[in-house]
């Protein structure tokens, strides 16, 4: 199985800041990776896929890059609806797997 | 626009076997396009993919659970199905059926139905 690291496993930030959400990958996954907003109570909503491309109607103040076993998820000026908690996740392979979460908290 | 809804029992007693059935709405479960997946997160913890099924009825499981788990499909009712046998405590969380639409990621969630094993 693919393992997914996912760090930092929480932060706080202030309305406006920049946030930078890291995620390796235990191999190689060739961009086949996700990343999903959950707020609490509700089911993840996926952001972006293929690393950098943003599903329809999500804002373009959330952006990915990243290859080969590191990935990026960056929101640019942080807005009150964007405190949840992040996941990455792969679809290289089966199984598939996530990583363990970034909680986004309000400072 | 596609909608997911899992149904079925919130508890379960042990040794049991949970089932949850997911009806696909506003779209049909007859695609090539998509994986027809079960997720589960036990309380306050991470995501665990559970497996999924294709519309023709090819199946993969997660190693993890592969012992315990079958997933079906009923084409004629749009929907598909989770039976994991043998519960415990350690199966306790919300279930949630997904779609993989494959090389896009997990694009449609059900809202999740939270299952409790207990006696």
């Known amino acids: 199985d693919i393992q997914m690291t996912q760090s930092p496993s929480s932060l706080s930030a202030s309305v406006g800041d920049r946030v930078t959400i890291t995620c390796r990958a235990s191999?190689?996954?060739?961009?086949?990776l996700a990343w999903y907003q959950q707020k609490p109570g509700k089911a993840p909503k996926l952001l972006l896929y293929?690393?950098?491309r943003l599903e329809s109607g999500v804002p373009s103040r959330f952006s990915g890059s990243g290859s080969g076993t590191d990935y990026t998820l960056t929101i640019s000026s942080l807005q009150p609806e964007d405190f949840a908690t992040y996941y990455c996740?792969?679809?290289?392979?089966?199984?598939?797997?996530f990583g363990g979460g970034t909680k986004v908290e309000i400072k | 626009q596609v909608q997911l809804q899992e149904s079925g029992p919130g508890l379960v007693k042990p040794s049991q076997t949970l089932s949850l059935t997911c009806t696909v709405s506003?779209?049909?479960?007859?695609?090539?396009?998509?994986?027809w997946s079960w997720i589960r997160q036990h309380p306050g913890l991470g995501l665990e993919w559970i497996g999924y099924?294709?519309?023709?009825?090819?199946?993969y499981y997660s190693p993890s659970l592969k012992s315990r788990v079958t997933i079906s499909v009923d084409t004629s009712k749009n929907q598909f199905s989770l039976k994991l046998s043998s519960v415990t405590a350690a199966d306790t969380a919300v279930y949630y059926c997904?779609?993989?639409?494959?090389?896009?990621?997990?694009?449609?969630w059900g809202q999740g139905t939270t299952v409790t094993v207990s006696s």
């Open positions: 099924i294709y519309y023709s009825g090819s199946t």
């Open positions: 506003s779209g049909s479960i007859i695609s090539s396009d998509y994986y």
């Open positions: 191999q190689g996954i060739s961009n086949s």
């Open positions: 293929a690393a950098s």
């Open positions: 997904v779609r993989w639409r494959r090389y896009y990621g997990l694009d449609v």
């Open positions: 996740q792969h679809y290289y392979s089966t199984p598939l797997t």
